[in-house]
């Protein structure tokens, strides 16, 4: 493994997705990847021990769901954050069309996006070049799309990532400048990110936010989400003290 990529780690009979966690070299992250089987405590120790040996101080999952958090906790992992989990089935009522122009997000548009990620997020949330470029392969087919100033072509005033894998749909990212709010940016991004995915043949679209962002869960509320009614979770544990095989 790399400090740079995330790359597949095969223990115990069991497939998990390790990297560095969002430009923090001491962080490492684990994942479940799509389709996989929820990992046993076993493998999970396996897993953590392995980090350990590499250098890493703490390890954080992906939003984990129900099923997939128990051989988690039972290695010693605990809750660091809890999101809300939305769904929108795609057959009901029309689409609401973008009032916003969004355009391809371009190569020299990273830097400006990635600054809107610090401005718009709390530093646990927040991307860098690696995260931006995770967000954009976690899916088979991605979009990513931005709404520019007001002249067109200045200044990018949110941004977002929406996925789709078979069937479902996903809302990888979406991000408003905190100077932009109100104005309309994250409805235009969600709609024409619905738009798409209904276009590209998926039938659902599922997305998270961290619980306390009121304003994220009204705008998909609106927008005809609705709460699961089992979260997601993102779990850490300390490596420090946490020994290698003999």
């Known amino acids: 493994m790399t400090r740079r990529r995330t790359t597949l780690l095969h223990v115990d009979g069991t497939t998990l997705r390790v990297g560095r966690w969002r430009g923090d070299q001491g962080v490492a992250y684990v994942a479940v990847p799509p389709g996989a089987r929820p990992p046993r ?12 040996r590499r250098g890493y101080q703490e390890a954080v999952t992906a939003a984990l769901g129900p099923a997939e958090q128990p051989g988690f906790l039972d290695a010693g992992f605990s809750v660091r954050e809890r999101l809300h989990l939305l769904h929108r089935d795609l057959h009901g009522p029309l689409l609401e069309r973008p009032r916003l122009e969004t355009r391809r997000a371009r190569r020299n548009d ?25 967000a954009l392969a976690a899916t088979p087919v991605s ?16 941004y977002a990532i929406a996925g789709r894998a078979g069937r479902r749909g996903y809302v990888q990212r979406l991000a408003v400048d905190p100077d932009a709010q109100g104005r309309g940016v994250g409805g235009a991004l969600l709609a024409d990110s619905l738009q798409w995915l209904l276009r590209r043949g998926a039938t659902g679209v599922l997305v998270n936010t961290q619980e306390g962002n009121e304003a994220a869960l009204a ?3 609106r927008a005809g989400f609705r709460l699961q009614p089992r979260g997601l979770a993102v779990l850490r544990t300390p490596l420090a003290a946490v020994p290698g095989p003999s």
């Open 110 to 134: 990273r830097a400006e996006v990635l600054g809107l990620d610090r401005r718009a997020f709390a530093p646990f949330w927040q991307l860098d070049d690696h995260g931006l470029h995770e």
């Open 219 to 221: 705008l998909y509320r």
């Open 41 to 52: 405590p076993t493998a999970v120790r396996e897993c953590i021990a392995i980090l350990a």
């Open 143 to 158: 979009r990513f799309r931005v709404i520019a100033g007001a002249d067109g072509g200045e200044g990018v005033q949110g």
